[in-house]
């Protein structure tokens, strides 16, 4: 499967030959453009790209809400070999510096939406050479080039240019100090740690090569993928890729925040065959909506529901069951430095338990010396076979990340797992006090920095809580200094200007003393039991 020199550009030229031009490459709301506007919109603007002096493996920016650009953006990535670097759209202007500064970026595409922000941050980045607006009903910049501009501008043809199984792909994820970090993928490994065009759940094998492949396109059914979460996180990117490269249909919706009737309403106009999602915090409205109007939606087209980064419980996948008994709801226990570390699968004749997972066949469970651990035992899950490079510019971590244990290089992003008797892995967490809310991560140490710069702050802890919507909230437990009394809304208001806002507190406690021990580390355990207990909230 790793022997033919896959590349990402030269997929998606192959699949513009086979893919009938009037089928639907992209839907957002009453918007549609075809596979043929596709395949020439997106070669035209890779052309543009390097006319307008980006290089072979320049980083490349996406700065966009879900949208038919972005989809269409990164496949005239590929097709010019830039490497794409997502940006989350709720960063503040320090995160979007750091995050551009250290990617390297040359070109950033983004939405008009955020056009204030990209002009407080343009002096600081001389780097970027070209900066792309989308129009997309909001007020622009003057001094941008215009996304339709280059999309529009050219003869529609492909590049013509010889491609690399080494081209890059960089997916930005947050590291120990709360900061990103890329990891970086080779073409080739990811796609084929994602199946290469195959699908293991399904019985379908990788394929050997692209001819192969395509000829297996003409004889299947094309996706109708509809990615929920943001395209810029992992989970939702790999579901646009999955769409273009199989020669099928992306869907997004034009909501700012989900909406989970706008999400049904679209499952059911469009014939969705696939969603992502991010656990209960998507289904869990969605089961609400379906039970509250019987008859309404229809989502029988649905064959596979996907799901990454939280927990996605028991009771909400029945109640998917009850509307659809035909669904294969499948939960990825990955992460953008480890893609396959297992698996949860459940089916109307398959009832699982939440947080149990399937080992995946690469993996093995490790504990802290890097020794495997048996039944009954704890540890970090580990995943072989096609990895990432490493992270950009970081080789420290790298190494962290990326042992090699006996010869054989592993994936250990820092989930823990129990191993249980039948060979289940148990999900305990990941990393030892990273909170997981709606799929973000928040690392505690940058949100209590945020907090102790404020003057009435001598000392702040930051723990995660089980939240029935998010997977868990972001609370924080704080010292004050003499004379100040606590002001939740005040310092949410303040720790605003320089966090995203995911990463803001729910909540925030006061208390005298945070029990640090003698060496000021945090008792976590302790502070997390604390805030449960001031809160009402069951652990």
Request: glycine share 12%; with cysteine; aromatic share 8%.
């Amino acid at each position: 499967m790793g022997g033919y020199p896959w590349n990402y550009g030269d997929i998606l030229e192959g699949v513009d030959r086979v893919v009938p031009p009037e089928r639907s490459a992209f839907v957002h709301g009453e918007r549609a453009i075809s596979w043929g506007d596709f395949s020439r919109r997106s070669n035209n603007l890779a052309g543009n790209l390097l006319a307008g002096g980006a290089e072979t493996g320049d980083k490349i920016a996406f700065y966009l809400r879900n949208c038919p650009e972005y989809s269409e953006g990164i496949a005239a990535a590929f097709k010019a070999r830039l490497t794409h670097v997502n940006v989350n759209y709720r960063y503040v202007d320090h995160e979007l510096i750091y995050l551009l500064d250290n990617s390297d970026a040359t070109v950033v595409i983004y939405g008009a939406e955020f056009a204030g922000h990209v002009r407080e941050i343009r002096s600081e980045l001389p780097g970027v050479r070209q900066w792309i607006e989308v129009a997309d009903g909001y007020p622009g910049s003057e001094d941008s080039l215009h996304y339709e501009d280059l999309v529009d501008t050219g003869d529609g043809t492909p590049l013509g240019i010889e491609r690399s199984p080494d081209d890059m792909l960089f997916l930005y994820t947050g590291g120990t100090t709360g900061m990103p970090k890329g990891v970086m993928w080779r073409h080739e490994d990811l796609w084929c740690v994602t199946g290469a065009g195959g699908n293991p759940r399904l019985g379908i094998p990788p394929s050997p090569d692209l001819d192969t492949y395509l000829a297996r396109l003409g004889e299947e059914q094309p996706p109708v993928n509809l990615p929920l979460p943001p395209i810029m996180h992992g989970t939702g990117l790999l579901s646009a890729i999955g769409a273009m490269t199989h020669g099928g249909t992306c869907v997004t919706l034009t909501g700012r925040s989900f909406d989970a009737e706008e999400a049904l309403a679209a499952i059911d106009r469009h014939r969705a065959t696939a969603i992502t999602i991010v656990g209960d915090a998507f289904a869990r409205p969605m089961v609400e909506t379906l039970d509250a109007n019987p008859g309404r939606y229809d989502i029988s087209s649905l064959g596979n529901i996907n799901s990454s980064g939280v927990m996605w419980t028991r009771d909400i996948k029945a109640g998917l069951l009850r509307h659809n008994e035909n669904l294969i709801l499948a939960d990825a226990f990955s992460s953008s430095e480890a893609i396959g570390l297992g698996a949860s699968i459940m089916t109307k004749d398959e009832v699982i338990e939440v947080a149990k997972f399937t080992l995946g066949p690469s993996c093995k469970v490790f504990d802290e010396h890097m020794k495997e651990v048996g039944v009954g035992e704890s540890g970090m899950v580990g995943v072989t076979g096609f990895l990432p490079v490493g992270y950009y510019k970081d080789e420290e971590k790298t190494a962290k990340t990326f042992p090699v244990i006996d010869g054989v290089r592993y994936s250990i992003p820092g989930d823990w797992v129990r191993v249980e008797t039948d060979g289940s892995l148990t999900l305990l967490g990941r990393g030892s006090n990273c909170i997981n809310t709606g799929g973000e991560k928040v690392y505690p140490e940058e949100v209590e920095e945020a907090l102790k710069d404020h003057e009435s702050i001598s000392d702040a802890l930051v723990v995660g809580l089980p939240d029935e919507k998010w997977g868990q909230s972001v609370n924080a437990v704080v010292s004050l200094h003499a004379g100040y009394e606590l002001d939740e809304i005040a310092l949410r208001d303040f720790t605003r200007r320089t966090l995203a806002g995911y990463k803001l507190p729910k909540r925030i406690l006061a208390k005298d003393d945070l029990e640090r021990a003698p060496n000021g580390k945090a008792n976590y355990k302790l502070i997390r039991d604390y805030a449960a207990r001031e809160l009402g909230v069951a652990l």
